[in-house]
C-alpha cells in the first residue's frame, strides 16, 4: 500500500516569475527525481535582484503562520522532508522556524535540510536580527548548507586556517548540534589547498586556484572515519572546476540536489555511478556528490548556452558600465539563467555525467 | 543560435502550497514537455478550496500590474506563449487582460491559451463583473478551453440541442473572433450523444452514458473540413471513459497540455503515436488528443493510487456526513491529489499510453 507521505518536501522559500533562483531552482529537480513538492512562497517576485530592478510582494510572518496552520489542521504537513531558504526579514523566519519544531516535534524522523540564507562575500543582505534565529534552529536541522561566509556569522568565527576551520565545524557540530554540514564553492585559498588532502586537490595540470572551487562535508553519522572514536565528525572534500562569470541560483540547486540524493539509511541501494569496488559512500558524502556532479552539469550547460548568445546579451560584469546602463546587467542576467528545463535528463540522472566523488580528509582533526 | 524566447511559456494562475490544481497542476507538465515556465501566481493559497478549510492571500490588481511592468522593463516579456486561469476579483481580471493585450501587439504570433475560469455545473465561482472582462479578452486568444457552463455564460446561450450548440460556438468563432476553441468533460447528454459522429461515440459494449465524457474541439484555423469553405470552423470530437469521483485541477492540467502541445505551423514534424497511414491532424485536433491522452492516463494513475488507500481516506462524497466531520472530506481530498510526480513519464511522452485521436464531426455545421 502506498504510504502518504513517502517521497513528500515541504520547500518554503523565495519565488521569482521569471528565471531560476530560490524555489523555482529548487522545486522542478526534485519533482524530477520523483518527490512530490510542497511549495509556500515567502516572497513573489518578478526576477532575482541581481537584475537590479525587481519587486513584487513578501509573506509577512502573520500570512506564513496562517498558511502553516491551516495546512497542520488539514493534516498537509506529514512530508518526511523540509527545505528552507531566504525568508524575508526575522519575523517571517522565527515562523519558519516555529514550524520546523513542530514538524520535528511531530515526527522525529524528519529530514530537515536548512539553508541559512544570511548574505555572501562578507555581506549579511538579511537583517542581523535573523542571526539569533538561525542559530536556534541549527538544532533542528539534519543538514546545513551554509556559504563560506554564513559559516563565518554563524559560529562567529573567522576562517583564516586549519585551526580556525576545525573550530567553526566543531561549533556547528557540538555547539549548535548539527548532524550534517555541507560548505560548498569555497575559493580555493593557499592555505586551504595545501590542507586539503592530495587526492581531493585539483589536477596538477592547472596552474591557476581560480579556477577550481572547493567543497568540504563534515558528518556526525554515518560511516565513521578512519580518525577513530574521537574526531567530532567524518570529514570529506572536493574540488570543483570553476565556470567563469556569476550565475544566480546554483546554491539553491545545490541544496536542493543535496536533500533529495540524502538517504538517511546506509542500507539504501545505492544508484551511484562510481565505480564499484570502491568503499560505500556515507549518506552525506554521496548526496553531495551527486549534487556537486548534476549542479556542474547544468551550470556546464548554461556557461555554453550563455556563450553563444548574441554579444549584447554577454557583456561582461563592470559595475561603472552597469551602472550607466542598467540594460547592460539585465540582459547578462537573462543570459544566464540556470537551463533547469534543458538539463532536465541530467538532473533526473537519465544522462550520465561527470562524477565528483567526495575524497575522505584522514586527519582532518588532528592538530598538527 | 538559440533563441532566447523559443519555447518559453507565462502562466498566470493561482497557487496552492499543497496538491496540484491551478499552476500547480499546469507548470509541472509544461517543464516536463521542454518550457521554460514564467509563473505569476494570483493567489497563494494552503491547498485547494475542495477541502472546505483553505486561506492564504490574493495578489492584487495593482500587485499584478507593477509586477508585469517591472518584467517589461527587464525584457522578460519575450515568452511566445501566454496561459492564463485563475484570477481572483475584476480588477486583477483586467490587470491580466491588459498584460495578454500588450503581448499580442507586442508579438502578434503570441499564442495565447484563455482558460475563462468562471465557474461549473450552473455555478458562477467569480464575480459576475469577470464575465464582460472575458469577453473582451477573447478576441486575443488562440485557443480558449471553456467548460460547458463557461462557454453558456460567455456566449449567453443556454445549451440544449445540436442548435443551441451551433450557436454558442458561432458566437466564439465569430462575435469574440475565438479561432480555438476547445470544450472538454461535457457530461454525455442523450442529445448530444445523438448527435455525434458515430466513430466519437462511445464503445458500444458500455450501456451507461455517465461512464463517459465528451470532448469538443472547434478550429477555424488549419485543415479545412469537410464542411468545405462556408462552415465557421472544422469540428472535431471523442468520447473519454470517465473515471468514478471528482478529481481537482483536472482542468488545469488539460489546459496546460492543449498549449503544450499546440503547434501552429501544420508542417511541424509530429510526434503523434496515431497510426500512420491516417490523415495528419490539424493543429488543435492535436493538441487536444494529445492533452486528452495525457490527462486520462495521468487520471488513471491517481485513481489507482486513491482506490488502494486506506478505508478512511477514500469516503465516497456524502455532503451530510463530509458537513458533521468535516476530517472525513479533507482526507478524501488528498488521497484524490493528481498524481503527476508518479505519472511524469506519461506528461514527457516516455511512457506510451491510449491515444484518443479526435474524430472529424463532419456535417455539424449542417442545419437539419
Same mark, same amino acid.
Given at each position: 500500500?502506498?504510504?502518504?507521505?513517502?517521497?513528500?518536501?515541504? &520547500? /518554503?522559500?523565495?519565488?521569482?516569475?521569471?528565471?531560476?533562483?530560490?524555489?523555482?531552482? *529548487?522545486?522542478?529537480?526534485?519533482?524530477?527525481?520523483?518527490?512530490?513538492?510542497? $511549495?509556500?512562497?515567502?516572497?513573489?517576485?518578478?526576477?532575482? =535582484?541581481? @537584475?537590479?530592478?525587481?519587486?513584487?510582494?513578501?509573506?509577512?510572518?502573520?500570512?506564513?503562520?496562517?498558511?502553516?496552520?491551516? +495546512?497542520?489542521?488539514?493534516?498537509?504537513?506529514?512530508?518526511?522532508?523540509?527545505?528552507?531558504?531566504?525568508?524575508?526579514?526575522?519575523?517571517?523566519?522565527?515562523?519558519?522556524?516555529?514550524?520546523?519544531?513542530? +514538524?520535528?516535534?511531530?515526527?522525529?524522523?524528519?529530514? @530537515?535540510?536548512?539553508?541559512?540564507?544570511?548574505?555572501?562575500?562578507?555581506?549579511?543582505? $538579511?537583517?542581523?536580527?535573523?542571526?539569533?534565529?538561525?542559530?536556534?534552529?541549527?538544532?533542528?536541522?539534519?543538514?546545513?548548507?551554509?556559504?563560506?561566509?554564513?559559516?563565518?556569522?554563524?559560529?562567529?568565527?573567522?576562517?583564516?586556517?586549519?585551526?580556525?576551520?576545525?573550530?567553526?565545524?566543531?561549533?556547528?557540530?557540538?555547539? @549548535?548540534?548539527?548532524?550534517?554540514?555541507?560548505? &560548498?564553492?569555497?575559493?580555493?585559498?593557499?592555505?586551504?589547498?595545501?590542507?586539503?588532502?592530495?587526492?581531493?586537490?585539483?589536477?596538477?595540470?592547472?596552474?591557476?586556484?581560480?579556477?577550481?572551487? *572547493?567543497?568540504?562535508?563534515?558528518?556526525?553519522?554515518?560511516?565513521?572515519?578512519?580518525?577513530?572514536?574521537?574526531?567530532?565528525?567524518?570529514?570529506? *572534500?572536493?574540488? /570543483?572546476?570553476?565556470?567563469?562569470?556569476?550565475?544566480?541560483?546554483?546554491?539553491?540547486?545545490?541544496?536542493?540536489?543535496?536533500?533529495?540524493?540524502?538517504?538517511?539509511?546506509?542500507?539504501?541501494?545505492? =544508484?551511484?555511478?562510481?565505480?564499484?569496488?570502491?568503499?560505500?559512500?556515507?549518506?552525506?558524502? @554521496?548526496?553531495?556528490?551527486? *549534487?556537486?556532479?548534476?549542479?556542474?552539469?547544468?551550470?556546464?550547460?548554461?556557461?555554453?548556452?550563455?556563450?553563444?548568445?548574441?554579444?549584447?546579451?554577454?557583456?561582461?560584469?563592470?559595475?561603472?558600465?552597469?551602472?550607466?546602463?542598467?540594460?547592460?546587467?539585465?540582459?547578462? +542576467?537573462?543570459?544566464?539563467?540556470?537551463?533547469?528545463?534543458?538539463?532536465?535528463?541530467?538532473?533526473?540522472?537519465?544522462?550520465?555525467?561527470?562524477?565528483?566523488? +567526495?575524497?575522505?580528509?584522514?586527519?582532518?582533526?588532528?592538530?598538527?
Amino acid at each position: 500500500m502506498p504510504s502518504p507521505t513517502a517521497g513528500r518536501i515541504l &520547500s /518554503i522559500q523565495s519565488h521569482v516569475a521569471f528565471g531560476y533562483v530560490g524555489g523555482k531552482a *529548487a522545486v522542478f529537480p526534485l519533482q524530477c527525481l520523483g518527490y512530490d513538492v510542497d $511549495v509556500v512562497n515567502t516572497v513573489n517576485f518578478s526576477n532575482h =535582484s541581481g @537584475y537590479g530592478r525587481f519587486g513584487g510582494s513578501r509573506a509577512t510572518a502573520a500570512e506564513l503562520a496562517k498558511m502553516f496552520e491551516l +495546512m497542520e489542521q488539514n493534516g498537509l504537513l506529514l512530508c518526511e522532508r523540509l527545505l528552507t531558504g531566504y525568508v524575508p526579514g526575522a519575523e517571517a523566519l522565527a515562523a519558519v522556524k516555529d514550524l520546523a519544531i513542530r +514538524m520535528k516535534q511531530k515526527n522525529p524522523e524528519l529530514i @530537515y535540510l536548512l539553508d541559512p540564507v544570511l548574505g555572501d562575500s562578507g555581506k549579511l543582505y $538579511v537583517s542581523p536580527e535573523c542571526i539569533p534565529i538561525y542559530r536556534e534552529a541549527l538544532q533542528y536541522s539534519t543538514v546545513i548548507t551554509p556559504n563560506w561566509f554564513e559559516v563565518e556569522v554563524l559560529t562567529d568565527t573567522k576562517i583564516t586556517d586549519p585551526a580556525s576551520l576545525r573550530k567553526a565545524l566543531r561549533v556547528l557540530h557540538e555547539t @549548535y548540534h548539527v548532524p550534517n554540514v555541507v560548505i &560548498s564553492s569555497i575559493p580555493l585559498k593557499v592555505w586551504l589547498r595545501a590542507a586539503l588532502p592530495s587526492s581531493a586537490q585539483p589536477p596538477h595540470t592547472t596552474n591557476t586556484d581560480a579556477d577550481f572551487l *572547493a567543497c568540504i562535508a563534515s558528518s556526525t553519522e554515518g560511516t565513521p572515519g578512519s580518525e577513530g572514536g574521537t574526531a567530532p565528525s567524518a570529514v570529506h *572534500a572536493r574540488c /570543483i572546476p570553476c565556470l567563469p562569470g556569476y550565475f544566480s541560483g546554483v546554491g539553491d540547486l545545490f541544496s536542493a540536489l543535496v536533500l533529495g540524493h540524502f538517504q538517511p539509511a546506509p542500507s539504501v541501494p545505492s =544508484s551511484s555511478p562510481a565505480p564499484s569496488g570502491e568503499a560505500e559512500e556515507s549518506p552525506l558524502a @554521496y548526496a553531495v556528490a551527486h *549534487a556537486l556532479s548534476k549542479t556542474h552539469a547544468i551550470l556546464t550547460l548554461t556557461h555554453e548556452h550563455a556563450k553563444d548568445l548574441p554579444e549584447d546579451d554577454r557583456l561582461p560584469t563592470d559595475e561603472e558600465l552597469d551602472a550607466r546602463e542598467p540594460e547592460r546587467k539585465v540582459r547578462r +542576467m537573462r543570459g544566464r539563467e540556470l537551463r533547469l528545463i534543458q538539463g532536465q535528463d541530467v538532473l533526473r540522472g537519465a544522462n550520465k555525467t561527470e562524477y565528483f566523488r +567526495m575524497v575522505p580528509w584522514t586527519g582532518f582533526w588532528d592538530e598538527p
